[in-house]
DNA sequence: CCGCTAATACTCAAATTGAGTATATTAGGA
DNA sequence: TCCTAATATACTCAATTTGAGTATTAGCGG
């Protein structure tokens, strides 16, 4: 067994399997008060995530990335994460010469929304890309067309199987009496990728979707990392206060459920969720007041940092409602 | 901004950054009476994480990665999840050419302990690596060093900057008044590392730990990609049944309950634990019993598979129990 | 000062959890 | 045969946590 060992004799040779190159992708995150949005490269025929070379200059992977953005943009980068390497050999178009090419993703946090100037990224909402992930308006009128292409596709399959696909598709989109569950974004997707329903599962001349959907295009398997990106997040900011790098400085207790509920797509019920967040001691005073919310004056909070050498994983582990009254 | 979109005029220029080796590590889990064990190529100085090269051959990282493990060693693997790619520069002492080597670390879990022949590699229980993890029978032996050298540590510091340091080091090992947490291995190792209490965060010439530990050397970041494993696998089995991965086709409810104890690290309610595993509806009768359990037989049940297509995370949010009366 | 809107406070039943006690069923020896 | 040790399994119960409300407060625009 090969590996990399201190008296690696025969490394050398063991090693050298193929030329490779690493990219390193970004999925970066801010808050709008439309839901949050992701920075792209906006292009025909498809969108894509902004994505750097890893160069020897890099001492790190996540320098790397940091170094890259910070010179293509003026983004300043808070909370970083790695997400995935993806490698299929057939995952890029532009194969390299006998070799291949990886692509490390890495899921970035910022606090706003700014002019990239030097860059030609641009905001762009994340639900454009995912529809049917947003609940916070009801179901999602994109699951509409899903849920017929699925019920089409488990038919396909005889008996057995076919209710297996039905399980399935209902498991994951929350389809007759399952219910919907925030964090299956990848699940969701890779679902749809395999039943050939987003167009960059279709290879050319393959027939497009029968039931359309706004399926705006993203390159390469962007939508995927994508997917992976706000799937991660989701679960993240249940058991940790990772949300508070999209917020600013200081908010109000309803900015953060806004932002809160942006990102897992859901509606949450307003007074538990205060609850919550004073429960775990997430925020703390700042003494002043919002008064520019159409009713009562909001006490303005913020971040209380001390959680973090309080308890070992302070989060919002929320829970949505239904049908909010409120 | 750089990027591999379609319309990739100037790609090439930008991408061809720096010579680059992948290496595929794996840590491979199974369950035995003592606990978990992992395999490892045991050699001197240090033991190493089977790995091998991706190469051109591979489709998937994931297929390259079962690709050697079925041609090195007679294992079959079940579950395998993709870790954590690892890139530092100064991670690897053999560095490649004027480029780097990435590792891309994955968990896999297989169902027994079997003797591999082909292969130099052997079994070694987990907690020969980071005994610090492991609490079944109570508080283990080498808290007692790691606990005086990391208040050491937090004394080197400066009023505030100290009190930092001491909190950093009760949350992550549960010291005083704060509590274990099973799922923080990364942070407890990271923490050992940083304080340079791991002996492979000393460069050479450092002096060596002031309070030895059972200090089974590993090389390179391997002990850190071991902790990455089992924070990742103890925080997964709380909601995936991964755990029936590791456990033979029937089994009874102390058999598993021993295995999430091995994996998690701590002792559990028996009572508890069953009412969990049974309104989790994670299992299924099989009829048969188990007599040779020193009391009374035991049911032998297996995994019921299709809790799959019924819940979105089916899993074991254990509660571990202080002092355990059964 | 009315009525709108949102903030904040308080309530309450249902479900979940932590920690037991109680009973059942084997094997092995007195 | 009967007692004992050892484990399996069943059932109990109080404390918390959760889901979903109702009630009250405080600015704003007229």
Redesign the pocket.
Known sequence: MPSSQPDRSNAKSDVEGLALLAELSAVIIAASVDGPQVLVRAGAPADTLPAGPLQSGHRTLEAGLRAWVSQQTDLHLGYVEQLYTFGDADRIDMPVRSGRALSIAYLALVRALRASARSTARWQNIYTYLPWEDWREGRPAALDGIEAYLKAWAAESPAQAGILRDRRAALAFGLGSDSWSDELVLDRYELLYETGFVREARRDGEPPPPCPVVDHPMGLDHRRILATALGRLRAKIKYRPVIFELMPENF???DLQRTVEGLSGVKL????FR?LVETQGLVEETGEVQ?E???????LVRFRREVLLERPSPGL?L?S???P??
């Open positions: 109000t207790l309803l019920h307003k007074q538990n609850r008064t919310t159409g009713g009562r004056p909001a006490r582990r829970s409602t239904k049908r009254s409120n």
